[in-house]
C-alpha cells in the first residue's frame, strides 16, 4: 500500500502480508504529508530493502505522523534497517503494538532515522527482533534531541544509539521499560534519561549491560 501527499486512511482489522519489494516498504509505504491511522492491523513476513512492514519517508519535513494503535508487527525481514518499521524524519504514535521475531542488519524492530524524527511508544512489547549488527530492538541514527518516548509500561529489545545530534531516550511520568539487552549509545550519541517535570520517578530495567560507551545522564529539576 502506498499512500502519498495528504493521503492519510484509516485501516481497521487489515493484515499485509507476505509482500515483496526490491525497494522500501514491503506493506507499506508512506510519503510526504500522509498520516494513517491504523487500528488492529497486522504486518507479517514482508521483506522489502528498508523497512520490510512499514517505511515511512518525510524528507521535507512536511506533517507525517502515523498513529498505531494494536498493531502486530512479526516475522518482518530486511538485509538493511528496519525490519518491522523504517521511519525517517518522522513521528509516529504506537499504542499497544507488538513488534516479535523482526529481523534487519540494524534496527531488528524498528529504525529511527534523521531528526526531527520522534516515536511515541506506549505500552508496546518487542520480543524475538534480531540484527546482525546493531539495535535489535530500535536503532536510533541522527535522531533528535528525544528519539523515542516510553509511555505507559513498555518492554524492548537492544536499543543503540547513534550520531551526533542525540538519539536519547524520555521516559514520561510513571512509565517503566524492561530492556531485553543492551542499551548502547555509540562513542559520538549520549543516552540522558531526563526526568524534568514528571509527577514520578519513570525507570529503566535493562536485564542485561548498560553499555556506555558514550555519554550517560540522568537529570531532574536540581540538576
Known amino acids: 500500500m502506498y499512500n502519498h501527499?495528504?493521503?492519510?486512511?484509516?485501516?481497521?482489522?487489515?493484515?499485509?502480508?507476505?509482500?515483496t519489494t526490491v525497494d522500501d516498504g514491503?506493506?507499506?509505504?508512506?510519503?510526504v504529508d500522509?498520516?494513517?491511522?491504523?487500528?488492529?492491523?497486522?504486518?507479517?513476513?514482508?521483506?522489502?530493502?528498508?523497512?520490510?512492514g512499514m517505511f515511512s519517508n518525510n524528507p521535507y519535513n512536511n506533517d507525517l505522523t502515523q498513529?498505531?494503535?494494536?498493531?502486530?508487527f512479526t516475522g518482518n525481514n530486511t538485509s538493511n534497517e528496519g525490519g518491522g518499521m523504517y521511519n525517517f524524519s518522522c513521528s509516529p504514535t504506537l499504542n499497544n503494538c507488538t513488534f516479535e521475531n523482526n529481523?534487519?542488519?540494524?534496527?531488528?524492530?524498528?529504525?529511527?532515522?534523521?531528526?526531527?524524527?520522534?516515536?511515541?511508544?506506549?505500552?508496546?512489547?518487542?520480543?524475538?527482533?534480531?540484527?546482525?549488527?546493531?539495535?535489535?530492538?530500535?536503532?536510533l541514527y541522527n535522531s533528535d534531541t528525544f528519539g523515542v518516548t516510553f509511555d505507559g509500561e513498555s518492554t524492548s529489545d537492544d536499543?543503540?544509539?547513534?550520531?551526533?545530534?542525540?538519539?536519547?531516550?524520555?521516559?514520561?511520568?510513571?512509565?517503566?521499560?524492561?530492556?531485553?539487552?543492551?542499551?548502547?549509545?555509540?562513542?559520538l550519541a549520549s543516552m540522558m534519561f531526563d526526568l524534568d517535570n514528571l509527577a514520578t520517578e519513570a525507570s529503566l530495567d535493562a536485564s542485561s549491560?548498560?553499555?556506555?560507551?558514550?555519554?550517560?545522564?540522568?537529570?531532574?529539576e536540581s540538576g
Open 26 to 31: 514491503g506493506g507499506m509505504y508512506n510519503y
Open 159 to 187: 536499543i543503540f544509539c547513534t550520531d551526533w545530534i542525540g538519539g536519547a531516550l524520555m521516559f514520561t511520568a510513571e512509565s517503566t521499560c524492561e530492556v531485553n539487552g543492551f542499551v548502547t549509545p555509540s562513542s
Open 5 to 19: 501527499l495528504f493521503s492519510s486512511p484509516t485501516l481497521t482489522n487489515c493484515t499485509f502480508t507476505y509482500n
Open 34 to 52: 500522509s498520516s494513517p491511522h491504523l487500528i488492529d492491523c497486522i504486518f507479517e513476513n514482508n521483506t522489502a530493502s528498508h523497512g520490510s
Open 103 to 139: 529481523a534487519a542488519i540494524n534496527g531488528g524492530a524498528f529504525t529511527i532515522h534523521d531528526a526531527p524524527s520522534h516515536v511515541l511508544y506506549s505500552n508496546c512489547t518487542m520480543i524475538g527482533n534480531t540484527a546482525s549488527w546493531a539495535g535489535a530492538g530500535i536503532y
Open 209 to 220: 549491560t548498560i553499555i556506555r560507551q558514550g555519554s550517560l545522564a540522568v537529570t531532574n
Open 67 to 72: 498513529t498505531l494503535t494494536n498493531c502486530t
